[in-house]
């Protein structure tokens, strides 16, 4: 009767986790860029009551006789599927179609996003919402090699669009142009994207920023289109990859899961208090 009760407050514990992972989700249906997580599980250990034997002596043999101890939480993954392209018609909206993350600079160092409503600041620095500035370079390159502690150095910098500009563009290439006052075209630099061997490995650090751990490996730093990168869509912004039809279904399968959980609980309570009661 112990065992059943306990397994139950591990499936109540599990299930609690899964419900505050979907809730998460559909909180943030219309974060801009936002990678859904989601939870799975594996049984915990099998106390053997009976081993296995082989055939031998005119008798066959026999399978093992175990019973599970319950269940715990195996992972929680961010599934980094595409979000969809939502057209805004802004030029410093700038949405990915493919694999790649935005670099930018923040007081923690560098960070990762997918994230691309950007705007400028007095100075005319490109930012994110958050004041953070948006790591561009100064040529095309597949591999721009690893970001500096400090901005602008060699290939990177910080992109700058300068009083007065016109006609600003935004290519597939992450290449920033503008018309300038004497009506010339200037070019700002490229926005950069960074790629890992793993991205399931980064971690979210808030605000819409991922960070490197050890188990995603280092970023691949390049512009736009090269290198396996997506391509940048001036006008667009990414949209969330959650899906609500999904979100609220498996919000059901946890809650009814939940309750499955409580009444193994209050069953083996019952059995119980029928025990303690033989005897009156």
């Known amino acids: 009767m112990l065992r059943s009760m306990y397994s139950g407050i591990s499936g109540l514990k ?66 980094y599927n595409q979000g969809a392209l939502q057209n805004t018609g802004r030029t410093l909206d700038v949405g990915i179609s493919g694999e790649g993350f935005y670099q930018v600079m923040t007081a923690e160092g560098v960070r990762y996003s997918r994230s691309g409503n950007f705007y400028t600041d007095l100075q005319g620095n490109l930012v994110t919402g958050d004041g953070n500035y948006v790591i561009g370079s100064t040529t095309a390159n597949a591999n721009l090699g690893a970001v500096p502690a400090t901005l602008p150095n060699g290939s990177y910098k910080v992109l700058n669009i300068p009083p007065g500009a016109r006609n600003l563009a935004i290519g597939k290439d992450g290449l920033v142009t503008y018309i300038n006052p004497t009506g010339n075209l200037e070019n700002v630099g490229y926005i950069t994207l960074s790629n890992f061997a793993n991205p399931g490995g980064l971690e979210k650090s808030g605000v819409n920023l991922f960070s490197a751990s050890q188990n995603s490996g280092p970023a691949v730093n390049g512009t736009p289109s090269l290198n396996g990168l997506g391509q940048l869509t001036s006008g667009t912004l990414e949209m969330s990859n959650v899906d609500l039809s999904e979100e609220f279904t498996e919000m059901i399968i946890a809650q009814r899961g939940f309750q499955a959980n409580t009444r193994i609980i209050t069953t083996s309570d019952q059995i119980l208090e029928e025990l303690v009661n033989l005897k009156r």
């Open 14 to 79: 599990n299930f609690q986790t899964k419900l505050d992972v979907v809730g998460n989700n559909i909180a943030n249906v219309n974060t801009f860029g936002y990678k859904k997580g989601r939870v799975t599980f594996k049984d915990l250990v099998n106390q053997s009551v009976g081993s296995a034997s082989g055939n031998g002596g005119g008798v066959g043999g026999t399978n093992p006789k175990q019973v599970g101890l319950g269940a715990s939480m195996s992972t929680v993954d961010n599934v």
